[in-house]
């Protein structure tokens, strides 16, 4: 069996002898894209309440969504859930940008200088592996148990993974392009600016999603021990007096939380990058 891809976008299947098969590949319209979108957790969430009104599950530890929204409405009522969402994404932004921004310059100077990536690529190496939430404790006895230990856990965790997709960006870069800038005298600020950095725009955007990713992560499992506030926290007190439309309310908040920022990124990429649009 054979496949060809003709001009016109059609994959032709040969099979010995056999009639020749052609398949299409048609992109789904803007339309029925979204109604799949929306469709799909709908019907979830429907197969989820119908499973709980029926007893099909134990409803103490899978209570009916619409329990679990009439309780996050409540929640958003009052003053208590807002301060959990607010510590949060204080320590997420905070903990962020603390790594990411370093990561960033870092990633540039090691894609571009063939010392420093010597020097730090091993660092790297060795260091990257380490479970994150390993080094609270440590965090802990430098800063304290205040807010520096968690700002620097979530940093550390973000760190890593926006330095390795920056430096591969720069890798990424048609010598070409560094060449032209380096013969026609760039000084290394221009290098730095407006060849490397545009240049490894897209694998940087896509490190610091998958940062942000991390980092929602991260602070849950953070909050859960490490704090007395705090969306991790309102999920595993509410777990430790069975509290379970709280602790359900809680993971809720933390998919809100990843839906916000996925969409931020989008509008960031878009801003950044808007040739990625034609």
Known sequence: ???????????????????????RRRPLGRRVTLALSIASPVVLLLLWELASRSGAVDDRFFPAPSGVFLALAKGLL???LWGHIGISLSRIVI????????AVIL?????????IRAIVQPLVDATFPVPKLA????FILIFGLGEGSKYMVLAVAVFFIVLVNTAAGVKAIDNTQLEVGASFGASRTMMFFDIALPGALPFILSGLKLGMNVALLVIVAVEFTGATS??????WNSWQVFKVEQMYVGLVVTALF?????????????????WKRR
Not at 107 to 115: C, F, H, R
Not at 260 to 270: I, Q
Request: glycine share 18%; net charge negative.
């Open 1 to 23: 069996m054979s496949t060809a891809l003709e001009s016109n976008g059609t994959r032709t299947i040969e099979a010995g002898h056999a009639p020749t098969l052609k398949v």
């Open 78 to 80: 009052g003053t208590e």
């Open 95 to 102: 903990g962020f940008l603390i790594g990411a921004v370093p």
């Open 107 to 115: 990633g540039l100077a090691m894609g571009l200088s063939a010392v």
């Open 135 to 138: 080094i609270l404790p440590l």
């Open 230 to 235: 705090g969306i991790g926290y309102l999920i």
């Open 258 to 274: 990843g839906f916000g920022f996925a969409g931020l990124f989008a509008v960031l990429e878009r801003i950044t990058m808007p």
